[in-house]
């Protein structure tokens, strides 16, 4: 369920259309990849290359390829090989490329993004600008449009929160004490919301009618260590 986030997809598909350089970026798990999956279906995917591991060239490459080849031809390949795949594709569509789940880049990955930007508009998609977590990459991104997804404010947070409790068949009394507790334990985060309501559903975190927040959320961050 996507709420709240009609101007980020606006600006995005602007920028696909415009064949505009864009940097998305926002902390872990508020939605990027959402929004972006999203943008896809709504465009068709007409014109745009998404590889959604981007983590390194390799891994790029492989995701860009994965449309036309089977994923256990690819693991094998090496990088000059995925490479010379990838020019062949890029050079005869021409297509916007969306870069997702880039991390720190070094030399060679700055070098290959560098000679694509020369014919091919891009957005690259990272949890931060911070040079101390996307290396070489922030030296790019002078000719890049940015684009911060944020929490949900309040609003939209209640929306999605209402959203889930009628999805997850949650029986909450006292609806509106549900949704200000699930808002201050998530600060707004789409996929903390959806934890929460899904854990507010089991039976051990229920005393009555009340249900116990603050257990619930602690399990809830321990579980997520464990994973």
Avoid: W
């Amino acid at each position: 369920m996507l709420i709240g986030r009609a101007n980020e997809i606006e600006e995005i598909v602007d920028a696909v259309s415009q064949r505009k350089n864009l940097f998305l970026f926002g902390p872990e798990s508020v939605g990027k990849t959402v929004i972006v999956k999203h943008v896809l279906d709504k465009t068709g995917d007409k014109g745009i290359l998404y590889s959604d591991n981007c983590s390194t060239i390799k891994t790029s490459l492989a995701g860009f390829l994965k449309g036309d080849y089977d994923s256990s031809f690819l693991s094998c390949r090496n990088i000059t090989s995925l490479r010379k795949l990838f020019y062949k594709k890029v050079h005869k569509e021409k297509p916007y490329l969306i870069f997702d789940h880039m991390g720190s880049v070094g030399s060679k990955f700055f070098s290959y993004l560098e000679n694509l930007l020369d014919e091919h508009p891009a957005l690259f998609i990272a949890r931060s600008p911070d040079p101390g977590e996307i290396g070489d990459l922030s030296l790019l991104l002078f000719s890049f449009d940015k684009l911060e997804v944020c929490n949900l404010n309040r609003k939209h947070a209640f929306e999605l929160i209402t959203h889930f409790i009628e999805s997850f068949g949650l029986v909450v009394d006292k609806v509106d004490h549900f949704r200000k507790e699930v808002f201050r334990l998530s600060s707004g985060n789409p996929a903390t919301i959806r934890e929460i309501c899904h854990y507010a559903g089991k039976e051990e975190y229920k005393v009555g009618k009340e249900i116990k927040f603050r257990l619930l959320n602690l399990d809830r961050k321990i579980d997520a260590l464990r994973l």
